[in-house]
Nanobody, 116 residues
């Protein structure tokens, strides 16, 4: 089973940028969809973006134009570039994929805090 580990979170001022990384312990070449989610305190986990093999990407409306998801299969890593950050982007950010057995796989998350 391939485990994923997120990194790159931290404290940033509103309007700033961060790049999150999701490093997989094995190959993600056969993983069609890699996702980012987030969960703010007291709220449900919500989907942010998906990167498919072949280059297609999809985004939640609230991050379109600000966040960019990408993947580097050679490095077994998925990225989330976050620009124009807002205080409401404060959350724990999670990497996710569904494996061949149709099981959800999550990382431990990385905290992003945006100060106003």
């Amino acid at each position: 089973q391939v485990h994923v580990v997120e990194s790159g979170g931290g404290l940033v001022q509103a309007g700033g940028s961060l790049r999150l990384s999701c490093a997989a312990s094995g190959s993600i070449v056969n993983v069609n969809l890699m996702d980012w989610y987030r969960q703010a305190p007291g709220k449900q986990r919500e989907w942010i973006a998906t990167a498919a093999n072949g280059g297609n990407t999809n985004y939640a409306d609230f991050v379109k134009g600000r966040f960019t998801i990408s993947r580097d299969n050679a490095k077994n890593t998925v990225y989330l570039q976050m620009n124009s950050l807002k205080p409401e982007d404060t959350a724990v950010y999670y990497c996710h994929y569904v494996d061949r057995w149709r099981q959800d796989n999550w990382g431990q998350g990385t905290q992003v805090t945006v100060s106003s």
